[in-house]
């Protein structure tokens, strides 16, 4: 069985690290891949008007997964699309601080369980008058009940014994109101131990106790800030994969973004991206090659080389081409 | 000159650290405090049905300033009624790292300037249908303007050279948009320098490099994020005052809530109510005596008595008698 794969590699160190991660997949001799390969970005937009043609949503739309590497200033453009595309009601960002790195927080083990379609980022927004603004924020209770279900079945199987719910519920009483005890009834009809937390002072927890975390379920903006404070504990993006779950189609991307200041130079760090194509391993059901993926960056993050953002002065080929070699 | 100064200590620690507090301010020879006191909170909740009573709310209207310790699960309906009050528009956070604490990042010094009155916390949410809820999230340009200005005065009276505007206005075009913009705006009018940040990356950055940063200017939901993140990174909310700055009026706060779990054990740390209190020091006008008080708490922090918070076993009153000591 032949898995067809959609590549976009975007703008920026995407171009870099893209390439780096359909070689490591190419390099798994055990699963049969077809890529096809889509444009998206700032660059499409200069050129054509739009930075994601329909083109390149048919491609992940039609695609068994796809890949994306990262996007510069048209950013929300192209991945918010991307992910109504794929039809992703959960992102999935692990923040794994590994031992051979010198971490904030060394005992960071977290899964961030992020809701992927409302919140804030159903982009209702009005001008009301001249210089009031409102953005509607939408919270329903079946999103949230498929993201509570999702972030409990995904501790479970991961051996996760900690799942926090988190919220802001004492502000936006009917929203996280409904979000929070949505999540708490899944979590009881489960059977589950879980905690809840006000996102906020969750913020403070994870940044000095991180090790008495595991999965975390929140809503969209909320797990937007809280996997991005965990990528700061574990040593910063360079080293964060994450999955866009839809119900039969899915979409991988590193957590970073085009970083405009190193495109170009070749030394992007490709560990994000060939963690996210783990990802991918795993959601087609190959968890054996995943592991062995992870296995390949994590021997190398030890090893070497290193590139320049984990203090090494190694290349974006320099470092793929050790991970290959560990594969 | 006499100042009046309304005291409403609330909840659980709130009735601990209060009170010394108050021990700190009379101790202050040369500044002359009237003291009146308003009850809030929970308990006042159980037995009136009402967290916030009229006689309260008018106390703290009518006073030069007021502290307030904490509420518990009241928490929203005591603190958000009482910032609009006191015609509170700005939040300010200090989040230092005191050199003998064992800070997560020991090199932080940060302010945040949290605009205070709108955001998601207008309070304005519906249920649309069964199972649909919204929250309008406000931004106006006179809130932003006001904040962004607040915030640009206080980093050049201050001496911090780093201003950086937090916003997520690449998903919240309008709202967040409008925020960005009208702070760039104060920023050029005054010639300052500053920089901007998406608040997902600033969280990242601050984690990492809280050395980076100086004055972070936050519409009102990320301010409440960001400052606990900051809050983790010296050492907790023990540690942590907040000024509630009005036109004419201000209310001074620990950022810590009511902590349940130790009230009533007379450990609380009463470090951040001092330190809140020195804030309404600064406010009123005496500086010196805000230093004075400031230096006092620092002292105590390297010799102890230090509270279990802090890894000491030194009780409420033991550390508020070191600090009067050391005024
Ligand atoms: C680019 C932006 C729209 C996006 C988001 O906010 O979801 C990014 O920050 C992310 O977390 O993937
Ligand atoms: C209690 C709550 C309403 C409050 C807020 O969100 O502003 C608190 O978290 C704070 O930061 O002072």
């Known amino acids: 069985m032949t898995h067809e794969i959609a590549v976009i590699p975007g703008d920026g160190i995407g171009q870099e690290v893209t390439p780096a991660a ?11 891949f ?16 739009t930075a994601l043609p329909d083109a390149t949503a048919d491609l992940a739309a039609d695609a068994d997964a796809t890949l994306f590497g990262a996007a510069g200033e048209t ?41 992927n379609t409302e919140g804030v980022y159903k982009g209702i927004e009005s001008e009301i008058t001249d210089g009031v ?17 999702f972030g409990f079945d995904y501790a479970r199987q991961n051996g ?7 919220h802001k519920a004492n502000v936006m009483r009917q ?3 409904l979000f929070l005890e949505t999540a708490e009834e899944v979590g009881a009809e489960r059977d589950a131990e879980y905690d809840t937390a006000l996102m906020d002072a969750l913020a403070m927890h994870l940044v000095m106790n991180p090790e008495d975390y595991g999965v975390v379920i929140c809503p969209n903006l909320a797990g937007d800030m809280l996997s991005d404070l965990a990528a700061g504990l574990v040593g910063g993006l360079g080293l964060l994969p994450s999955a866009n779950v839809g119900e039969e189609n899915a979409l991988f ?8 200041d190193i495109a170009g130079e070749g030394v992007a760090n490709p560990s994000a991206m060939i963690l996210s194509a783990a990802m991918l391993l795993d959601h087609l059901g190959y968890d054996e090659e995943g592991d062995r993926v992870r296995d390949a960056v994590e021997t ?12 090494g002065d190694g290349t974006t080929e320099e470092v793929t081409a050790a991970i290959l070699d560990a594969l």
């Open 133 to 149: 603004t409102t953005c509607t924020r939408v919270i329903t209770e079946d999103a949230s009940e498929k993201i509570a279900e």
């Open 160 to 166: 996760f014994d900690d799942v926090t719910i988190a």
């Open 34 to 49: 077809e890529f096809v390969e889509g444009d998206a970005g700032d660059a499409v937009e200069a050129e054509t008007g």
């Open 175 to 177: 929203t996280d109101g």
């Open 22 to 32: 359909v070689e490591v997949l190419e390099a798994i001799e055990t699963v049969d």
């Open 300 to 311: 190398v993050l030890e090893a070497g080389p290193r590139t320049p953002d984990l203090g």
């Open 75 to 115: 950013a929300a453009d192209v991945i918010l699309p991307l992910r109504q595309v794929v039809g992703s009601f959960a992102n999935v960002r692990p923040a794994v601080a590994y031992p051979a790195l010198d971490a904030v927080q060394p005992h960071t083990d977290l899964v961030f369980i992020r809701e």
């Open 253 to 260: 991307e590193p957590v970073h973004g085009s970083a405009p």
